[in-house]
């Protein structure tokens, strides 16, 4: 199986799965309530005076005003650089996917979980995670563009650029979950429909529409296209 069906696998199999998720959370599903209460059990445990301000401090740079801030930059970055495709493909898959958030977020109008949070709520609904969106979109996104731009660059640098956005994604959904502004499945949900799909979907529309920056050499990928 070739690169683009895997990738169109990855991106139909967690489709389905977000949007399993979210016909449970739009039904009130006492598998949701099952999986939330399962992993806040895990986690609530681990709240401490020390580790709180943490958590509400490293959560913030993840609000919207940090993320609009790193797309703009980067994308201004692409755009000096005269990568235009590249800045489209990113910008397209921020807005696409930041209007399929707001717009869940409005017509589910989820309540978030109250009594159980240290920190205010922020003013929308709970289902998916804004601050887990942003880190998968705005931060993971920048870096698969940055990668695919960079071939040259050595595997182990790309690898550990890979790893840490991961790890960004993964700490700051903990930390939404910690706090109790979110329940897991919100997090989860950002995680299926933006990891799980709108990456992927970039990734394809990479290969269609930047073919020199997948095969060329290393000088050619890194040169300007001829917009």
């Not at 695919?148 to 700051?172: D, E, N, S």
């Amino acid at each position: 199986m070739d690169r683009t069906r895997v990738l169109a696998v990855v991106a139909a199999v967690c489709a389905v799965a977000y949007g399993v998720l979210l016909a449970g959370v739009a039904m009130d599903a006492g598998w949701v309530h099952g999986l939330d209460g399962a992993v806040q059990a895990a986690v609530f445990p681990l709240r401490s005076d020390a580790l709180t301000p943490l958590m509400a401090f490293t959560t913030d740079l993840s609000d919207t005003v940090p993320c609009v801030v790193v797309a703009a930059l980067f994308t201004l970055y692409l755009m000096a650089k005269r990568q235009l495709r590249p800045a489209g493909i990113y910008v397209g898959a921020l807005v696409a996917s930041e209007v399929v958030i707001e717009a869940t977020k409005f017509l589910l109008g989820r309540e978030r979980p109250v009594g159980m949070n240290l920190i205010e709520f922020p003013w929308n609904a709970s289902f998916p995670s804004g601050h887990t969106f942003g880190a998968i979109v705005a931060v993971g996104l920048a870096v698969f563009v940055l990668v695919k731009l960079h071939p040259q660059w050595p595997r182990g640098a790309k690898t550990a650029l890979a790893t840490a956005a991961v790890l960004w994604v993964l700490y700051i959904g903990f930390t939404r979950i910690y706090l109790g502004v979110h329940w897991p499945s919100d997090v989860l949900g950002s995680m299926l429909l933006c990891g799980g799909v709108v990456i992927p979907v970039a990734a394809i529309i990479w290969q269609r529409v930047m073919p020199a920056a997948s095969s060329n050499s290393a000088t050619d990928a890194c040169a300007p296209n001829p917009e």
